[in-house]
C-alpha cells in the first residue's frame, strides 16, 4: 500500500506541473462535444458568405485561388444595399493584394458604413513582415480587427478563442468580440480566452456565385437581418510560416489532417460571433463545483468497493455514462463548461485504492475462513471420535444387557407383568442398539474425508434379506407385522455388502416404525434392465408428500408431523443410507402418495 500512496503522490505532481491536466480536460471537452447532439438553435441570424472553388474559378485566378478585387467589390454593394444587421469581411492578405486600387475602393465603402468590420490575420511583432498594419486599413480605425487563433501547431485542435488581439506592442478586440458589442452585447465580462461550444451541423452558408447572380431582390431577401460573415472557404498556403491558418481544427473533427478535413476559419468566426451574441459560450463553473464532484465521485466510488458485490465494475461503468451525461447537459441546455481532468485521476485512484483495499479484506476474510474451517474441522473430528467411542462403550454396556435378559426363562403367562416387563426391556435394548448403530456410523463418516468408492464382493441378496430380518425379531412379533418376500432366484450381486446391510436394515426399521400393527411389508429382489438390481421395500404407512420425498435424505432431517413426537429416530439412518449408496456407485430413492404408504428403493448397477 506504501508503494501505490508513493505512486499516487508522483502523479499528482506529475499532474500539476505538466500539461497533462490541459489535456485530459481538452480530451474530454472534446468528447463531451462529439458526444452532445445536434441543435440548430439560432443558427438563421447567422449567414456564411463563402468564396469558395467555384467562386475563385468564375470571378477570379483559380491558379492562385484568388478573388478579382472587382468581384469583392460587388460583393460589398449587394451587402451593403441590404438590410443585414451586421457585416464581418474577412479580408486575409494571402488572397487579397492590398495594394490593388480596387481594393482601396472596398475599403472606401467599407469605411462608409458601420455595419461592417473587416478581419485581418497575423498582424504581430513575433512576425517581422506584419509588425503594423498597412496605411489604408489603419484608415478604417475601429472597423478592423484580428482574427488570429491560440493554435500553436499544425493539426491542432482549436478550444479557445482570445478576446483581444495583439496589434504590434497594443491589444485590440478580436473580430468576434467587436461585432457582438455593436450588436449589442456586453462583453466587458468575457475571459481573456473564452471557450467556444461546438454544435453538430453546418451553420447556413450562401456561395457568393448565388448571390453575385442573384437579382437585387433576391439578395435583398436573403440578408435581411442577418448577420453577414463574408470570406474564403478554401485552402491557400501562406506566404511565409505563421501560426494562424485559413483552415483549422475543432473538437468535432478531432486530431485529423488540417488542410483535408478542418473547418475555415470563416466558419470558425461565424461560430465565435454566434455563440458570443446568443450567449452560447461555454461560461466557467464556478472552483468549487469541480471539487464537489470530484468528492462525489471518489468517494461514491470507494463506496461502491465496499458494497462486498459483483456488479462494482458496472456501477463505476454507469456512474461515468450519468457524469458525462450531466457534462452534456451542462453544454447544451446551460452552457456552462466543468472541467473532468481532476474528476478523473483522484476517481481513478479512488477506484485503484478501492480495489486494493478489497482484494486485501478479501484475501484476509478467506483466510480467515479457511482457518476457522480447519478449525472447525478439528473440533468436528474430535466430537465424532468422542461421539464414537462413546456409542462403541455404550454398545457393548447395552449388549451385555440385552444377553443377560435373553438369558431370563420367560414367564409362563405371557400376559402377565413379568412378562410384559421382560418384553419391554429386550425391545428397548433392541432400539437403543439401533441408536448406538446409526451414531456410530454417522461418526463414522464424519471421522473420514475418504470418497473413494466403496470395496465390491459378490453378495447374495436373499442371505442380506435374512440376516436383516432375523435383528426385527422380537419387534415384528410384537406388532403383528407380516413381510412378504419377492426376491428373484439366485440373485447375486457385485456390490459392498455392509452398504447393502446398511440401507436394507434402515428400509426395514422405518417401514416397521411408520406401518400400523398387523401390516403387511413387501421386500422385492429383482433384476431390471440395463444391468441393475432394485432392492425395494414397501410400507402401508401414511405416505410422504412429493415436495419432501428428497429431503427425507438430508441429514437429521424428520418430516413435521405427529409421528415426530410419538416414534422414535434419529433423522440419520436415511441419510446414512443415501451416503453409503453414493459412496458405492449406487442409488437410493422413494415412490410414495399421501395415504398410500411408501416404497424404498435401492438400485445398483452391476
Known amino acids: 500500500m506504501g508503494f501505490v500512496l508513493i505512486s499516487f503522490g508522483l502523479l499528482v505532481y506529475i499532474f500539476y506541473t505538466t500539461p497533462l491536466r490541459e489535456q485530459i480536460n481538452d480530451y474530454f471537452y472534446d468528447v463531451i462535444t462529439r458526444l452532445t447532439p445536434a441543435d440548430s438553435h439560432h443558427a438563421d441570424d447567422v449567414l456564411v458568405v463563402e468564396i469558395d472553388q467555384q467562386t475563385v474559378a468564375k470571378y477570379g485566378n483559380a491558379a492562385d485561388s484568388t478573388l478579382a478585387p472587382e468581384a469583392l467589390a460587388k460583393l460589398v454593394d449587394i451587402v451593403m444595399g441590404s438590410q443585414a444587421k451586421s457585416v464581418a469581411l474577412l ?139 463574408v470570406g474564403y472557404t478554401l485552402y491557400k498556403e501562406w506566404p511565409f510560416g505563421t501560426a494562424d491558418q485559413m483552415i483549422v481544427n475543432t473538437p468535432l473533427k478531432g486530431e485529423v489532417n488540417t488542410h483535408e478535413k478542418g473547418e475555415p476559419i470563416t466558419l470558425l468566426t461565424a461560430r465565435a460571433i454566434e455563440n458570443l451574441y446568443h450567449g452560447h459560450w461555454l461560461k466557467p463553473a464556478p472552483s468549487h463545483w469541480q471539487v464537489l464532484q470530484t468528492a462525489l465521485i471518489g468517494l461514491s466510488f470507494l463506496l461502491f468497493w465496499a458494497l462486498d458485490s459483483l456488479f462494482v465494475p458496472l456501477l463505476i461503468v454507469f456512474s461515468w455514462l450519468a457524469l458525462l451525461t450531466f457534462h452534456v447537459v451542462l453544454f447544451r441546455h446551460f452552457h456552462i463548461y466543468l472541467p473532468l481532468a481532476d474528476t478523473v485521476v483522484f476517481s481513478s485512484m479512488a477506484i485503484i485504492l478501492g480495489a486494493l483495499t478489497r482484494i486485501n479484506y478479501d484475501l484476509k476474510r478467506f483466510a480467515n475462513a479457511k ?138 426399521s422405518n417401514a416397521i416404525k411408520y406401518s400400523p400393527k398387523g401390516a403387511e411389508i413387501s421386500i422385492k429382489g429383482e433384476r431390471l434392465a440395463d444391468k441393475k438390481i432394485r432392492l425395494s421395500v414397501s410400507d402401508r404407512g401414511k405416505g410422504i408428500p412429493a415436495e419432501l420425498q428428497e429431503r427425507v435424505f438430508e441429514k437429521f432431517y424428520r418430516i413435521k408431523d405427529d409421528d415426530v413426537y410419538t416414534i422414535k429416530g434419529t433423522g440419520l439412518g436415511l441419510y446414512l443410507c443415501k451416503y453409503f449408496a453414493d459412496r458405492a456407485g449406487a442409488t437410493v430413492g422413494c415412490e410414495s402418495a399421501a395415504g398410500q404408504g411408501s416404497t424404498f428403493y435401492l438400485e445398483i448397477t452391476e
Not at 111 to 120: E, H, I, L, M, Q
Not at 453 to 458: A, K, N, T, V, W
Not at 479 to 496: C, K, P
Request: contains cysteine; negative net charge.
Open 91 to 229: 479580408l486575409l492578405y494571402n488572397v487579397f493584394d492590398y495594394e490593388d486600387p480596387t481594393f482601396n475602393t472596398v475599403l472606401r465603402q467599407v469605411a462608409s458604413d458601420k455595419r461592417f468590420a473587416v478581419g485581418t490575420l497575423g498582424y504581430n511583432s513575433s512576425t517581422p513582415s506584419l509588425q503594423e498594419l498597412p496605411s489604408n486599413l489603419q484608415a478604417l480605425g475601429s472597423q478592423v480587427h484580428g482574427i488570429e487563433t491560440l493554435k500553436v501547431r499544425s493539426n491542432s485542435i482549436v478550444r479557445v478563442l482570445p478576446k483581444s488581439s495583439y496589434r504590434g506592442s497594443s491589444r485590440d478586440e478580436m473580430l468576434p468580440v467587436y461585432v457582438a458589442g455593436q450588436l449589442g452585447v456586453d462583453t466587458a465580462d468575457l475571459p481573456s480566452n473564452y471557450r467556444l461550444e461546438f454544435v453538430k451541423g453546418k451553420l447556413p452558408v450562401l456561395n457568393a456565385n448565388e448571390l453575385l447572380a442573384a437579382s437585387p431582390a433576391a439578395a435583398a431577401s436573403l440578408l435581411k437581418d442577418k448577420i453577414i460573415i
Open 371 to 508: 482457518v476457522e474451517t480447519e478449525q472447525t474441522k478439528k473440533i468436528a473430528s474430535i466430537q465424532a471420535r468422542f461421539l464414537d467411542r462413546f456409542a462403541v462403550e455404550l454398545a457393548a454396556s447395552n449388549a451385555e444387557i440385552l444377553q443377560h435378559l435373553e438369558k431370563i426363562p420367560a414367564p409362563p403367562d405371557a400376559t402377565s407383568l413379568s412378562a410384559r416387563t421382560l418384553a419391554a426391556g429386550l425391545r428397548s435394548c433392541q432400539e437403543f442398539g439401533e441408536y448406538l448403530r446409526s451414531i456410530q456410523q454417522f461418526s463414522q463418516t464424519q471421522n473420514t474425508s475418504s470418497k473413494e468408492p466403496l470395496e465390491r464382493s459378490q453378495v447374495d441378496v436373499s442371505e442380506v434379506v435374512a440376516k436383516v430380518l432375523a435383528r426385527f425379531d422380537t419387534t415384528v412379533s410384537e406388532r403383528g407385522i407380516d413381510f412378504t418376500i419377492t426376491v428373484v432366484d439366485d440373485l447375486v450381486v457385485s456390490a459392498n455388502a455392509n452398504m447393502i446391510d446398511t440401507v436394507l436394515f434402515n428400509f426395514v
